[in-house]
């Protein structure tokens, strides 16, 4: 067995409810940390340009978001309906609420899949949660956090040797929840149900498949039915490829978000008898480097794996990580674990909160080649968190500067200003 910490000395943590209460919470105070410094603005580029809206005038754009996997913007809705609170307080709310679970989720692949004790699950846990990968991904694609959630709960549902009926359908209901939520997330999940049924030759994982799969597609065929969608990626598919999608800003890409993952990940990999996280690790570097077959087709959105392998990739680096301390003192162990957590704790804290004009250097650095691409920090939505001011105090000197229905022209985003171009290019 391995042991970072002497349970005679942190009784606390031999408790399996206390533990999960504790990870949850480390990962609550972390997604709200940045919310509370850019507060009184919200921070995510698709929080102010698609969620907030969306629950604000539900009733006006319930038509366009049904075609759009709608089932997060039906819970956020529903939790304004049920606490009257505004609509950038319950979009902010669920959000860090669902991190907590997704943190709670890595907790029990550790124990679940990977056999780890209760200290080296949470260890687990809280390394990935202060990733950059994870942290990205929880500015503001907060479906994908709700799926990923889901995903790993499924996961490590599909992972036992016997399924039973009453594992069958926890797998079901988490299956549906994952594919009516987002259309990259379910994609990468059917495949991952598909190549485990076939590797493992299991008929049930193979029923699973073969239903939430078939549900999958009947999703995507009612997106892209609508008349808008059509529309939509009829515009994707004809835009010229933006001159930033190119391999060597998607190289750096990689390098800045996973490249110090890259060597205890491959540890972990080697060290790491389950297969089924492998599957979507796998599939998700293939994506990621999907760019060296077709270097010019930004539909492929090279740059969203390249987050998603990073977030497993955070898992297997982990686990590589727990598997180097196993062979160390408990002493020894135990300071080089909360050393890595530190380090980790201190650059994933930097990214939540450093203003985007002098974000952390590792990010800082490479910033030409990837910031249209990802925030450099979190302390931004459509504009750096400090100019939100600025930009109403402008839009309140035109309302009270201007003529009644006066008309005002602007300049739309083009594709030099960061994460302009992403609407455009988020196919899935």
């Given at each position: 067995?391995?042991?970072?910490i ?11 409810k ?10 609550i ?24 809206p ?44 669902m ?26 846990a809280?390394?990935v ?17 709700f ?10 549902l ?17 299956g549906?929840?994952?594919?009516a939520?987002?259309?990259m ?12 049924a ?13 239903f ?81 077959v ?36 408990c002493k ?34 490479a ?20 100019d ?41």
């Open positions: 067995m391995w042991i970072l002497p349970r005679s000395r942190y009784k606390l943590f031999a408790s399996e206390h533990a999960v209460i504790l990870v949850f919470a480390v990962c105070v972390l997604r709200a940390i940045p919310e509370i410094v850019a507060y009184p603005y919200p921070i995510g580029y698709d929080v102010v340009n698609y969620y907030i969306f629950v604000a005038n539900f009733e006006e754009n319930w038509s366009t978001a049904i075609h759009q996997f709608p089932l997060y913007v039906l819970i956020l809705h529903f939790g304004q309906i049920t606490t009257f609170l505004p609509a950038q307080s319950v979009v902010a709310a669920v959000a860090v609420a991190f907590g679970i997704f943190g709670m989720s890595i907790y029990f692949v550790g124990r679940s899949l990977l056999k780890l004790n209760i200290i080296q699950s949470m260890f687990l809280v390394f949660i202060f990733q950059m990968a994870v942290l990205r991904t929880a500015w503001d694609l907060h479906r994908d956090v799926a990923l959630a889901a995903m790993m709960f499924a996961l490590l599909v992972g036992r040797k016997y399924t039973g009926l009453n594992g069958i359908v926890p797998i079901l209901l988490l549906v929840l994952i594919v939520a987002d259309k997330i379910g994609t990468l999940f059917c495949i991952s149900l598909v190549a485990y076939i590797i493992n030759k299991r008929r049930d994982i193979a029923a699973i498949s073969i939430v799969t078939g549900l999958f597609c009947l999703l995507l065929l009612a997106s892209y039915a609508a008349s808008d969608s059509l529309t939509s990626n009829i515009e994707v598919l004809s835009a010229s490829t933006p001159a930033f999608y190119n391999p060597q800003n998607l190289l750096a890409l990689f390098a800045v978000v996973n490249g110090v993952l890259l060597a205890p990940a491959l540890i972990g990999f080697f060290g790491m008898k389950s297969i089924i996280l492998k599957i979507p690790l796998l599939t998700s570097l293939v994506g990621s480097f999907s760019w060296f077709f270097p010019d087709i930004s539909l492929l959105v090279a740059d969203r794996w390249i987050i998603i392998c990073g977030i497993f990739l955070s898992i297997f680096a982990g686990y590589g990580i727990l598997h180097v301390l196993k062979n160390l003192n020894l162990s135990a300071f080089v674990a909360g050393s890595v957590l530190v380090s980790f704790a201190t650059i994933g804290l930097a990214y939540a909160t450093m203003p985007y004009d002098s974000p952390f250097f590792l990010y800082g650095l910033r030409d080649d990837t910031e249209e691409f990802v925030p450099v920090t979190m302390q931004f939505n459509s504009v750096d968190i400090q939100n001011g600025k930009l109403l105090s402008a839009i309140d000197w035109i309302n009270q500067n201007t003529e009644q229905d006066a008309v005002i022209l602007g300049q739309k985003q083009c594709d030099t200003q960061p994460f302009s171009s992403a609407n455009r290019r988020r196919c899935w």
